[in-house]
């Protein structure tokens, strides 16, 4: 079935630390989509990118959806307490149009 | 700023019972959509819906059902709960061609005892 991988699940970083999350799925996605979701809250649309190696920034967030539109990244450069939560890429697939989550990765910042 | 409404934060019920999570948004968007997330698995489609009246099964239906008579109301069904069903239910909405991902509810933790 489609699927969307996430890794890793887990992330303790130090403040100041860059962070990375990667999504990889197997068959082509036509867009993919990033979250965040603090902890106690719901899933925030961060960014959308569609291009075949679109890269997009927000602040110190940069975004990348690979040439092959199969993988992404989120990069996080000095990392800030304000940054915790979880972070979720997910996946659309052109045939059948379904947003699908990746299993999320939890970030905690060490002040 | 559209708002997606789920009626409960927090349930209890009991296994068997029937249980209905109620969903409603402000912003006319056609497609709304159901998802179960619990740690480790992420987010998992349950079951969502492109207009009035019409619905399609997600990844894991099983031993939901959903409905929607109005444009802005989505409720999910469980049929007679049990205690696998015990999860975070989010509600999501989203607009055809519109750029900017989906919008959650705030969700409901239920728990089946």
């Known amino acids: 079935g489609q699927q969307v991988m996430q890794i890793p699940q887990y992330q303790h970083v130090q403040e100041g630390e860059d962070f990375t999350t990667y999504c990889n799925s197997s068959t082509t996605l036509s867009n993919i989509q990033w979250y965040k979701q603090r902890p106690g809250g719901h899933p925030v649309f961060l960014i959308q990118l569609v291009k075949s190696g679109e890269v997009k920034k927000q602040k110190r967030l940069t975004f990348q959806f690979g040439e092959a539109k199969k993988n992404s990244s989120l990069h996080i450069t000095a990392t800030q307490t304000t940054d915790v939560g979880t972070y979720f890429c997910a996946g659309q697939f052109s045939n059948t149009g379904k947003l699908i989550f990746g299993q999320g990765t939890t970030l905690q910042v060490k002040p | 700023d559209v708002k997606v409404t789920q009626s409960s934060r927090y349930l209890v019920k009991r296994t068997g019972e029937k249980v209905f999570l109620e969903c409603v948004q402000d912003?006319?968007?056609?497609?709304m959509f159901w998802y179960r997330q619990d740690p480790g698995l992420g987010l998992r489609l349950i079951y969502f819906s492109y207009d009035v009246k019409m619905k399609e099964k997600g990844d894991i239906p099983e031993g939901y059902s959903v409905s929607r008579e109005k444009k802005e109301r989505f409720s999910l069904i469980l049929e007679s709960a049990s205690t696998n069903q015990t999860s975070m239910y989010l509600c999501?909405?989203?607009?055809?061609?519109?750029?900017?991902?989906?919008?959650f509810g705030s969700g409901t933790r239920l728990t089946v005892v």
């Open positions: 999501a909405s989203d607009s055809q061609g519109r750029e900017g991902g989906y919008t």
């Open positions: 912003m006319d968007h056609e497609n």
